[in-house]
């Protein structure tokens, strides 16, 4: 599976699970540890961990494998490796905290319009 059908199931599944504030990042040229970032969150451990129980349920059923996923036990910010797409499920709380989007924010915003249903 090309590096894009992965971005597009990931981002897919995740809205599947209600994950909230979804925003892409495309790395390609800034990081040397994926080409994507997508970043989101849940309301609770519980919802951040369904969202990641859900990508990591989608990607296995599509013969995909997950190279690394950290933080799942604990439910305050899950990483889960793909590969060339990198996703960071935090809690609403430590979201905030982290800022991705700002220590990143050099790489460009990928519209999500036509990746969402």
Known sequence: MIND?????????IDDKKAQNIVALNMQGISPIADYFIICQGNSEKQVQA????????MQENGLDIKRLEGYDTARWVLIDLGNTVVHIFHKDERIYYNLEK??????VIELEGVLK
């Open 5 to 13: 059908q992965i971005f597009s199931l990931a981002v897919q599944s």
């Open 51 to 58: 969202i990641a129980h859900e990508l990591k349920k989608v």
């Open 103 to 108: 220590l990143w924010g050099d790489a460009p």
